[in-house]
Each structure stands twice: as C-alpha cells, then as structure tokens.
C-alpha cells in the first residue's frame, strides 16, 4: 500500500514541477521567443512537451490512485471477512439476512452510473473503487486524442493558443475524480469542456488545411 501512497504523492510533486517550469519557461522567453503561429523548429515545442509532461504525470497519479484505493478496499474487506468468520454459524446466517434486507430496503433507484458500468454501488467504497478506475480510464482513453490534437494545433495553427488549450484540458481532467462522486450530471463540468478543447483543436486544424481545396 505504501508504494501506490508513495506513488500518487511523487506523480503530485512531480505534476506541480511541471508546472512550475512551464511558467518558468514562459516568463522566461515569453519576450525574446513568442511565436503567434505554427512552431517553426524543435525548440518552439518546449511548451507543448510541458503540457503533453503533466498530462502524462496527472495520468499516473490517477493510476497509484487506483491502486492504493483498491488496496483499501482489500483492507475493509478483510476486516468484514475477519468479523463475519468469527460469530457463529447461526449469527451469520442471521447477519446475512438482515444485511440482505437492509440493502433491499435501502436500494436506491437507478442511475446513470450503475446503467452505463453495469455494476450496481451498494456502498460507497465501491463508488470510490469505480471512481478510481473512471479516472484513470477515461483519461487513457482521451489522452491520445489531446496529444494528437496537441501537436498537430501548435504545427499547423497557433503554438501559443495549443498551449492554452492544452492546460485547460490538463485542468479540467484534474478534477474528474471530484466531480465524479457527485450526483449526475455534475460530471459533465469535467468531460464537457475537456471535449471542448480536444474537438476545436481538431476542427481547426482540419479548417486551416483543407480551406484552401474550396
């Protein structure tokens, strides 16, 4: 457990050095190298490498996330276990009656959660495991797409707005696991705009390449 712990505090330390030394490297050259248009050579994509850096460390930390919530997850169900084992054959199978008709009692109506995973949450350590794994998921699965969209906007369109768009959607990924918690569609203040920022970068490279074919 002490690793993933460790591992979700170095990805952290880690995300915050990157971002230090992007701003750094903007107050820095932000007189002598501004380029208002497509990067001309290697070193104009220092930015864009900060930005695809905290993205890829913000991805880890939600990975040691994931890990070090499923071991706390183990820790409770051993300890459930532990407790169940140690009463009696007959107090169990009354515990596990109750417990049944508790959750019967106590079952909530569906959601859209439960529907598009397919697993119904009867706790909330199950909501954070699931939590755990959406943030780490649904940042791979988009994460492709961002740098793609990235590189291919500071190339062919603007350097400088690829690296503003490019910290928004680091932005609104950073929080997924918060929102996620919440109840439906508060999600939506995390994909919503980071989808934004993917689809204009994408549009737009597509806009200024095929404009002239018209």
Not at 4 to 31: I, P
Not at 60 to 66: D, G, H, I, T
């Amino acid at each position: 457990m002490w690793i993933a712990e460790a591992g979700v505090y170095t990805a952290r330390c880690a995300f915050l050095a990157v971002a230090a030394l992007s701003g750094y490297h903007y107050y820095k050259k932000k007189d002598s190298s501004y380029i208002e248009g497509p990067a001309q050579q290697a070193q104009d994509y220092i930015p864009i490498v900060f930005v695809a850096f905290a993205a890829i460390c913000l991805l880890y930390n939600y990975f040691f996330r994931q890990s070090l919530t499923a071991f706390h997850v183990l820790s409770k169900q051993k300890s459930d276990y532990k407790a169940r084992t140690s009463n009696s054959e007959s107090t169990k199978l009354l515990n596990s009656l109750s417990q049944q008709n508790q959750r019967q009692q106590t079952q909530s109506k569906p959601s859209l959660t439960e529907a598009k995973y397919n697993k119904v949450l009867h706790s909330r350590e199950e909501r954070e495991k699931l939590c755990a794994d959406r943030s780490a998921g649904n940042l791979l699965e988009q994460l492709i797409p961002f740098l793609v969209a990235l590189f291919s906007y500071a190339t062919f369109v603007n350097l400088h707005e690829a690296v503003i768009f490019g910290w928004m959607w680091v932005f609104f990924r950073s929080y997924y696991g918060l929102v996620f918690m919440k109840p439906f569609p508060t999600l939506f203040l995390s994909t919503l705009p980071a989808y934004f920022c993917i689809w204009y970068m994408i549009g737009k490279c597509v806009y200024v390449n095929t404009v002239d074919l018209f």
